[in-house]
């Protein structure tokens, strides 16, 4: 197994404050961008802050992996035409892939989860349009797709099938399933491996209390993961999405720092 070890920007102790240099003290090879929320103006949006990370990127050595739009959590990924949320994530979703291209990122993912979780044929109808689009606009650019949601296998297949693109993806998470889902993460793993991006958040918890414990202490099988990547022969990104301000990891320790640290040492262990 051939791995990248990464964290996402807003997991980092100071709500990303600093990320950049506290990715590289802390052994890290790089972290994903947030292209950030619709109410605050889409902040990765601006060319200036594009530069300051890019910038950072060239000062600490560090990747970004991805840039992630986790508005999905907000604002419905699979409205219908004709609808604002429908407006409001085309305009989100180009933004990204221009903030991908202009930044020398290969991947834009997308988490539908809440408003943004397909159920109905309609809704599967509506997501797997603007995948097309995203995909088919990026695809010019040389960029990536990816679609995270804690749907089931099945489901997971269908969006894959209707998208039908080239550079489209599947995004796993370690922990999503079993703690919001009670879903078998492993299952999905199994089965959808071949459908996945060599790009994967990783985090622990316990049902109803998600991505709130250092890697392998949670009840979502964490070992279980990385063994069946080690057997894969696994090249690409573990990212890190544990998150440590939140009340539920606070408890462990106070110094958001020292948990961070613990969580860093314990996925490095796990990978050796």
Same mark, same amino acid.
């Given at each position: 197994?051939? *791995?990248?070890?990464?964290?996402?920007?807003?997991? *980092?102790?100071?709500?990303? *404050?600093?990320?950049?240099?506290?990715?590289?003290?802390?052994?890290?090879?790089? /972290? !994903?961008?947030?292209?950030?929320?619709?109410?605050?103006?889409?902040?990765?949006? &601006?060319?200036?802050?594009?530069?300051?990370?890019?910038?950072?990127?060239?000062?600490?050595?560090?990747?970004?992996?991805?840039?992630?739009? !986790?508005?999905?959590?907000?604002?419905?990924?699979?409205?219908?035409?004709?609808?604002?949320?429908?407006?409001?994530?085309?305009? /989100?979703?180009?933004?990204?892939?221009?903030?991908?291209?202009? /930044?020398?990122?290969?991947?834009?993912?997308?988490?539908?989860?809440?408003?943004?979780?397909?159920?109905?044929?309609?809704?599967?109808?509506?997501? !797997? +349009? +603007?995948? &097309?689009?995203?995909?088919?606009?990026?695809?010019?650019?040389?960029?990536?797709?990816?679609?995270?949601?804690?749907?089931?296998?099945?489901?997971?297949?269908?969006?894959?099938?209707?998208?039908?693109?080239?550079?489209?993806?599947?995004?796993?998470? !370690?922990?999503?399933?079993?703690? $919001?889902?009670?879903?078998?993460?492993?299952?999905?793993?199994?089965?959808?491996?071949?459908?996945?991006?060599?790009?994967?958040?990783?985090?622990?918890?316990?049902?109803?209390?998600?991505?709130?414990?250092?890697?392998?202490?949670?009840?979502?099988?964490? &070992?279980?993961?990385?063994?069946? $990547?080690?057997? &894969?022969?696994?090249?690409?990104? $573990?990212?890190?999405?544990? $998150?440590?301000?939140?009340?539920?990891? +606070?408890?462990?320790?106070?110094?958001?720092?020292?948990? /961070?640290?613990?969580?860093?040492?314990?996925?490095?262990?796990?990978?050796?």
């Amino acid at each position: 197994m051939n *791995v990248k070890l990464g964290i996402c920007n807003f997991c *980092v102790p100071g709500t990303g *404050v600093f990320a950049p240099r506290i990715v590289k003290d802390f052994g890290l090879d790089g /972290m !994903s961008i947030e292209y950030g929320s619709w109410e605050h103006g889409n902040p990765l949006s &601006q060319r200036y802050l594009q530069d300051l990370y890019l910038d950072a990127q060239q000062k600490f050595g560090i990747e970004y992996p991805n840039i992630g739009v !986790s508005d999905g959590d907000n604002i419905a990924f699979k409205a219908a035409p004709g609808t604002k949320d429908n407006e409001i994530f085309n305009k /989100m979703g180009i933004g990204a892939i221009d903030a991908a291209a202009y /930044m020398g990122i290969g991947l834009v993912f997308f988490s539908n989860f809440g408003p943004s979780l397909a159920k109905t044929d309609e809704d599967f109808e509506n997501a !797997s +349009r +603007r995948y &097309q689009y995203f995909c088919d606009y990026a695809g010019e650019k040389g960029i990536k797709i990816g679609c995270e949601n804690p749907n089931t296998v099945e489901e997971q297949k269908k969006i894959y099938e209707m998208v039908d693109r080239e550079n489209f993806y599947l995004f796993y998470d !370690s922990c999503n399933h079993h703690c $919001l889902a009670d879903y078998d993460v492993h299952k999905c793993l199994r089965e959808l491996y071949p459908y996945y991006i060599n790009q994967m958040h990783v985090k622990d918890g316990v049902p109803g209390k998600n991505a709130s414990m250092v890697v392998g202490t949670g009840s979502t099988g964490f &070992q279980e993961t990385i063994d069946f $990547l080690k057997e &894969q022969n696994y090249e690409g990104w $573990l990212i890190l999405e544990n $998150l440590y301000e939140l009340e539920n990891m +606070r408890v462990i320790n106070p110094d958001y720092f020292e948990i /961070m640290k613990a969580d860093v040492a314990a996925l490095k262990a796990a990978v050796k």
